[in-house]
């Protein structure tokens, strides 16, 4: 038997025309949104034709409402979205202009699609309406063809067979119900004539939840409001300590010498103590109205899971027909719910993953067969919360990622492959990498993959993957629940308030500026294992803001997203709380691109959230902190011992160091090395890490034994550049770690000047 999708997990078997037709409603209202984007990518493409970036805004709208189509069965749209789609990817790939003539059929296809819209809304055939012209054009002009027909659209069966599709967790309504951007009174009855009163149909099908359509604009309204009203309970609650300071003031003046008018002072004494009660309750009232208020508000923006998913199993039915393949779709927790922005976010994403599951996960009957695997493919689609933060995964048993066409893609594009395969995985995100030589209506551009990672952290969510050869992909997605409220941790840097998503907070601490390391002349820190990179947030913000002043105890916030990690010094830590989030334009001139929103503390101070994709997205500039002095050791000798068995290695360093003023001995080996050391004469060490006698491992290590020469900076220059060995070099206290296989001079001395400073001039 040819593809067959099931959605297991009830037993109720929803009908395949009732599906349709709210797969045909949420097509519509997706293609209003994509056309107005659409039209203004359009504007800055013709204003612009060859900025890469408009072309590759009107190609992912392209791309984006060609796979919608295909889920809604809308072929004509499908076609002709993919016809235009290959000739953007065909400018693109060449880096040349788009055409006049080409805009102006992409302007007609905006038309064209805008008037489709209206069609499939009032239920008018598209035939002979300007989406047949203009994908005639499309075809007449095309150069390159569809590798894959486009879906052509079935009737859907009067019963559908019971593994066509199957049920969600709860019975559904004959009429499908509507969303909270659609009127009850738009629904139309089961019979297809007028719709029903709400009155009657209520009566018809007995006792049920009561609805009510509210625009969106009020739910953000009530949920601003809630957030005012918080701040001003926080407001409320500083005033309380300002009236107790106020009666500490009276109580002293009472105790002068000369104090005057007891009487009227114990009245006002009274009188502040009774405001004080007055104002305390009011504040527990006002922060208890607010709270209901804002877990209101909260809940009308609340959408559940099953808005995504129940549209899933028929684009697996569909894809894996198309592409000859078997496959089923298991879906849990899908009766989970989160905030609107948050659900419609991953529409996108959820859809892209599940296509790319049966089109490049699962593998054809006899391929599967052959690989002792049942013929039919399993998609399991599973969703669940964490604290305040919602998980999706989605798997497949299927062949898993190919990581030697990954490499070999990335080195067509002339990138280096990553090593560590966890960051080799990551890069199938990337916008344009793809693993297949040619295109197809479902999959080959290269861009699926980067629109689930930018739509999933523009939520401030992540998304990650895991792939086992011959066993299966899994991706998972972490979103927020809410994006209108945010627990945070807020630090400040030159005296601006930062709050630090605490989803993404690992750890916090107050370090010595000691424990920085350098490993190739970046900052980093020992944690035990991989050294995490350091850099000041200062730093990454950009001007105006300067870095914290020189300290040796520095506060330090460590965040982890998708398996990458930064450690950054901030100027202070305040506190955690839970921040009600406003949009960017109440930033201010204080706002940088590395701020996604922002909200207000108690007091009225503004605090600019940050996002921690951007953060860890950001190449960390080298954090040339200084270190604490050297007391033991004398500054302007600025003496280096180079330790290393390697006569070239040590002429070499040597050269170098002396070119640039220092004052220079060396030594064979670790045990030669440790002598000169216990002289007290250097001022710094360089040392190989592979050496007889005592490897440079161990030299440290007896430096930093000694408490005469524990003080002394060492730096570790080797061949020996696997993580685990620079992790075992800095863990034995090494300052700094340079490869010998990147050897640059200019980082050498960058290194040796930020551990002992510039050389002393010659008189």
Known sequence: MLACATHEVQGTVVAADTLAERLRAIFVEELAEQVQQLNDALLALERAPADAEAQRSVFRVMHTLKGAARAASVPEVESLCH?????????REVSSPVGGATIALLFAAADALADAGLRLAAGTPLSGGPLDTVLQQARGRRVIAPTAPAVQAAPPPATPPVDAVSAVSAPVDPVPAPSADVAPDAVSSPSGNEPEAPLARAAAEGPRDE???VGLHHVDAISNAAGEVTSLAGALTDRTGDLAMLRQRVRR???????????????????ITRLLGCVGEDARTLGSVSGRLTATA???RQRSLRELTETLPRVVRDIA?????QATLVITGEEVEADRVVIEALREPLLHL?????DHGIESADARQAAGKPAQGTIEVTASL?????????SDDGRGLDLVALRRALQQRGREAPADRAALQRTIFDDGLSTRERATTLSGRGVGLGIVRVAVERVGGTVEVESSEGRGTTFVLEVPLSIATLRALTVTVDRTTFGIPSAFVSRVDRIHARRIARVDGRAMLPTGGAPTPVATLAALLGPPFAGPPVDDMLPLVTIEMGGRRMALIVDGMDDERELVLRPLEHAGDAATALTVATALLGDGEVVLLLGVAALLGEEAPHAALPLPAHDRFDPATRRILVVDDSITSRTLEQSVLSAAGYDVVTAV???EGWRMVERGDIALVISDVEMPHLDGIGLCERIRASQHTASLPVILVTSLDAPQERARGLEAGADAYVTKSGFDQDTLLDTVRQLLGAPPVAT
């Open 354 to 358: 599940v296509r790319n599951a049966v």
């Open 386 to 394: 964490r604290g305040d933060r919602l998980r999706v995964a989605i």
């Open 298 to 300: 909260r809940r009308l």
């Open 211 to 213: 609805l009510v359509r």
């Open 669 to 671: 080996d670790g045990l």
């Open 83 to 91: 016809l235009l789609e290959a000739d953007l990817a065909r400018a």
């Open 253 to 271: 003046q009472r105790e002068r010498p000369d104090r005057r008018d007891d009487d009227a002072l114990a009245d006002i004494d009274r009188e």
């Open 321 to 325: 027909h198309d592409v000859g393949k």
